[in-house]
């Protein structure tokens, strides 16, 4: 192995305890309890059963049990059978890497690592992504990383390795992206004489390949995403695909045909296995904006094949996004602009949703923090927690990057030569809850910028920090010119933003932590090309008994709980009583809104709620039969505004429209995206896909597992009882 672009100084990478006293072990602060595990498919089969599984006292049933279905493994002869042992396995396993690789020293810092992060997880302050929990400690070259971008070449080889390796990837419960622009359209002629038969007839093999493959040999769907130029001769073919495969399925669902994601519709359909976006310039949102024509062009020779309305182009992606949910935009020049590495190579994909953007043949390993678990009762924001949370997960995470095997030569290369990360953090909405601010207010968006701030900030410091000790990535000194122009970006936002509202202390330590950060980032580099993203967290979300996931909303105010006997218990979300305390309600006038919410499903025209603290329970969507409220476009757009110059990836999320929307609001939507600098943009419209059943309860469609109803998550449908969650993995 080459030796790093900086020189290290061998200086010992510094750890001081938080959480765990020294000499003493985070399992002996935990309160512990027995949970009796079963969780039924909706015919009433049972497909786990686990009984006496030791658990912390904090944890609810439904994180134990998708802890325990989902992630508890088989060592040898020894099955797990708590959480104690789970997190152990893998908190032991990190921590015999760091040593191995000299992060951390052996004796009292590797012992005070071991205990602070067990007790993180434990308290479920933060979550790894599915694939640690599937593989680390099981495998000696564990598969650890949620995302994976993969590149295409034109050709059968090149084609069918890709398909070969994608199942490698889904295999071990992760997923993968590509940009299949490469591939030359049906309208192109082969080397040997002929015809191409194109793109698309492509697509619908990989699509088949995904749909046969279940990740992480769990009951989830492969993740996967592709992405298309465009400028592609075959774009408008792409862009109906899903479009016009929903139409097949409206037919088979009005014979009979069952109309959920696992029935006969939907699974005789093709399209189904794939996130779909289309990577739009610059050049092209100004080409719809002047009603130019639009160059479709060979991928072979470079010369237009056809030219068309853009405008035109434009109204049929964002009619189909309207019909069904699909394609979503990512937006090129904008993704390429904040792209710390560009003299290596433009960044062409991203993950399955959306959060993990850098070159082909690159893995990613995320991990989130739950913000709601850093809040008391009184509603203060415990930033040292925070920080040290973020310090030790981060940590951890460039331990996994040389513990972790790769797929192929390409992404073990480049995963260990640029060392991206993806810190995130989830529960955005519980906690502006639970302070009693609404999501949609600019405290409510000063509070999630400063939070990214300091995540990010955090995450940078203790990149270089493991720079001095280890050197920075062997990358760095390529790119060095490129990776400060896009540091002094971050910056230069950070600056603009005036904190003091949240606090002088809060802000003093915002300013302190970015100083930091650069002044030992300037001397010694970093050690990682990327630092952080937002990841829909569907999963992990659940087992941290997260209300909300990723940075959205509340989706509802209502949640179905299963009961440990059996049944589920209708309960409102944990927020809102928290939320109505900090805004100063009596415990007895909190009961009475509690009933009404019970019984209406709605927070609308509770007793003692006064107007102006309505907006603190807006949700994404509206509740109940005469609920109005809900968040509207706009505040979705501003939320991810604010945060995205503080990340190094993207953001995955979902912009919630009403059913009435238009074809032209889905235009005005990713028009302002685009406008406001995202990176990239996913819409659904409720009740555009006819797996929906028509349910005051629930709009979207039941579990395919246990029949409960589901909520949309980050693209995804998650079950509110079971945690089963189509599509994406975080």
């Not at 071991?114 to 680390?136: D, G, H, K, M, Y």
């Not at 005036?498 to 202390?505: A, E, I, P, T, Y």
């Not at 025209?605 to 309505?614: N, Q, S, T």
């Amino acid at each position: 192995m080459k030796k790093s672009a900086t020189k290290p100084s061998k200086k010992s990478f510094a750890l001081q305890s938080f959480f765990v006293p020294p000499g003493k072990r985070a399992e002996s602060l935990i309160k512990w309890k027995d949970v009796d595990c079963q969780i039924s498919d909706h015919q009433g089969n049972i497909y786990f059963n686990m009984k006496s599984v030791k658990a912390p006292q904090s944890w609810s049933q439904v994180a134990v049990e998708i802890a325990a279905s989902k992630y508890f493994r088989k060592i040898g002869r020894k099955q797990e059978r708590s959480i104690g042992q789970l997190v152990s396995r893998i908190v032991n396993t990190i921590v015999e890497a760091g040593v191995a690789q000299k992060i951390l020293s052996k004796g009292l810092v590797a012992e005070s690592f071991r205990q602070e992060l067990s007790f993180i997880l434990l308290t479920q302050r933060a979550f790894f992504n599915s694939p640690v929990w599937f593989n680390c400690g099981v495998f000696k070259k564990p598969q650890v990383s949620a995302c994976f971008i993969q590149s295409i070449s034109d050709d059968l080889d090149g084609i069918f390795d890709l398909l070969k390796n994608e199942a490698r990837i889904f295999k071990f419960g992760s997923g993968s992206g590509t940009n299949f622009s490469v591939l030359r359209s049906k309208y192109e002629q082969l080397a040997q004489g002929g015809t191409s038969s194109g793109l698309m007839s492509f697509l619908r093999v990989f699509d088949s390949g995904a749909g046969s493959i279940k990740s992480g040999g769990t009951t989830r769907r492969a993740a996967k995403m592709v992405c298309v130029d465009i400028d592609h001769p075959e774009i408008e073919e792409f862009i109906q695909w899903k479009a016009n495969e929903e139409k097949k399925a409206h037919a088979l669902i009005r014979q009979g045909y069952a109309a959920d994601y696992e029935g006969e519709a939907y699974r005789t359909v093709s399209g189904q296995n794939s996130n779909n976006s289309i990577r739009v310039t610059d050049a092209f949102m100004k080409a719809v904006a002047a009603d130019q024509s639009w160059a479709l062009k060979s991928r072979t020779t470079g010369r237009t094949i056809k030219e068309v309305s853009a405008k035109k182009l434009w109204d049929e992606l964002t009619k189909a996004a309207w019909q069904c949910a699909d394609p979503g935009l990512q937006f090129d020049d904008t993704i390429n602009r904040w792209h710390s590495c560009s003299p290596v190579g433009r960044i062409f994909a991203s993950n399955p949703c959306s959060e993990y953007m850098f070159l082909d043949d690159s893995a990613c390993n995320l991990a989130s923090l739950n913000l709601a678990a850093f809040i008391d009762e009184d509603g203060h924001y415990d930033m040292a927690a925070y920080l040290q949370t973020i310090k030790i997960i981060f940590t951890a995470q460039e331990i996994l990057v040389d513990l972790a095997g790769y797929p192929t030569e390409k992404i073990d290369k480049n995963s260990r030569q640029f060392r991206p990360l993806g810190i995130g953090f989830c529960g955005l909405g519980a906690l502006l809850m639970r302070k009693g601010i609404p999501y949609d207010s600019d405290l409510g968006r000063l509070w999630a910028a400063g939070l990214t701030a300091a995540l990010q900030g955090k995450a940078m410091l203790t990149s270089a920090e493991l720079a001095q000790a280890q050197g920075a990535f062997l990358g760095y000194k390529k790119v060095k010119a490129s990776y400060q122009k896009v540091m002094r970006k971050h910056l230069s936002n950070f600056k603009a933003q005036d904190f003091s509202q949240l606090g002088s202390g809060i802000s003093l330590i915002l300013n302190e932590i970015w100083h930091q950060a650069f002044q030992l980032g300037a001397r010694v580099g970093f050690r990682n090309a990327q630092f952080s993203l937002m990841a829909p967290t569907g999963t992990i979300g659940l087992v941290m008994d997260c209300d909300t996931t990723g940075i959205e909303p509340e989706y509802s105010l209502i949640r179905y709980k299963k009961l440990s006997g059996g049944g589920n218990l209708l309960l409102t979300s944990q927020s809102v009583t928290p939320g109505l305390r900090r805004l100063g309600y009596s415990e007895k006038e909190i009961q009475e809104i509690q009933n009404y919410l019970q019984k209406h499903l709605q927070i609308e025209g509770a007793p003692h709620l006064k107007v102006e603290h309505f907006a603190v329970f807006d949700c994404a969507q509206k509740n109940g039969k005469t609920g109005r409220r809900q968040i509207s476009v706009a505040a979705h757009l501003k939320m991810m505004a604010v945060i995205q110059p503080y990340l190094s990836g993207a953001i995955s999320k979902t912009v919630n429209l009403p059913r009435e929307s238009t074809i032209h609001q889905v235009s005005e939507v990713y028009r302002q995206a685009w406008q406001l600098g995202l990176k990239s943009i996913a819409i659904y419209r409720d009740g555009c896909k006819l797996s929906q059943p028509l349910s005051q309860e629930s709009d979207y469609p039941k579990c395919a597992e246990c029949g409960s109803p589901t909520e949309l998550v980050g693209g995804c449908y998650r079950c509110t009882n079971c945690g089963f969650t189509t599509g994406c993995i975080s």
